[in-house]
């Protein structure tokens, strides 16, 4: 089974600055991967896919990059409504789909 | 607009089956290449794939679940059915249903598959 590790478990970070979040896989899944945010009490909610797209609707301060085993999501100026949970997924092997532990990015 | 809603019960006694069903709309599994998945999430943990169905009903099954796992469509009422039987409180989960669209590789020719659009996801708790 591909794990993916994410780093760091939580992100501290005041708005208007940079968060960058880590996704590590632990066998190569090309360009397979996906990025989520979810918010308390809420569905997850796609960001990325295939490594770099943006999904409809999803500003362009998000900004996903990697290959391989190394993934990074960039968020580039944080506004308030962006400090939630963020997961990385793949959809490369199987089984079919596994996910992050997970990244808190909370406001400093 | 492509929406997506899980149904079920509640609270379900430990050994029983747990029946789910995902109602959607803005899209139809009977066009190519379109897939509907389940997934769960326990309370304070990252979501867990279960199940995927296609278009053309081939059927994919998480491998650590997939002897209690059942996954089917009825295209008719736009609507896709997941079973868990034997439940245990390990089960106690939010359970969702997403949309899963495909994503073309150019190099190998191939498509891959992942979840655009979630539904608000149904809290179940196995719990005697």
């Known amino acids: 089974d591909i794990v993916l590790t994410q780093s760091p478990a939580t992100l501290s970070v005041s708005p208007g600055e940079r968060a960058t979040l880590s996704c590590r896989a632990s066998q190569s899944v090309s360009i397979h991967l996906a990025w989520y945010q979810q918010k308390p009490g809420q569905a997850p909610r796609l960001l990325i896919y295939?490594?770099?797209t943006r999904a409809t609707g999803v500003p362009a301060r998000f900004t996903g990059s990697g290959s391989g085993t190394e993934f990074t999501l960039t968020i580039s100026s944080l506004q308030s409504e962006d400090f939630a949970v963020y997961y990385c997924q793949q959809y490369s092997k199987r089984p079919l789909y596994t996910f992050g532990q997970g990244t808190k990015l909370e406001i400093k | 607009q492509v929406t997506l809603r899980e149904s079920g019960p509640a609270l379900v006694k430990p050994a029983q089956t747990l029946t789910l069903t995902c109602s959607f709309s803005g899209f139809s599994l009977t066009t190519r290449n379109m897939c509907v998945s389940w997934l769960r999430q326990p309370p304070g943990k990252a979501p867990e794939w279960l199940a995927r169905?296609?278009?053309?009903?081939?059927?994919y099954y998480n491998t650590s679940l997939e002897t209690r796992l059942t996954i089917s469509k009825d295209t008719s009422k736009n609507q896709v059915v997941l079973t868990l039987d034997n439940v245990d409180p390990v089960d106690t989960a939010t359970y969702y249903c997403?949309?899963?669209?495909?994503?073309?590789?150019?190099?190998?020719?191939?498509?891959?598959?992942?979840?655009?659009?979630w539904g608000q996801g149904t809290t179940v708790t196995v719990s005697s």
């Open positions: 295939g490594a770099s």
């Open positions: 997403a949309r899963t669209a495909p994503s073309l590789d150019q190099d190998l020719r191939r498509y891959y598959y992942y979840m655009d659009v």
């Open positions: 169905i296609d278009w053309d009903d081939d059927k």
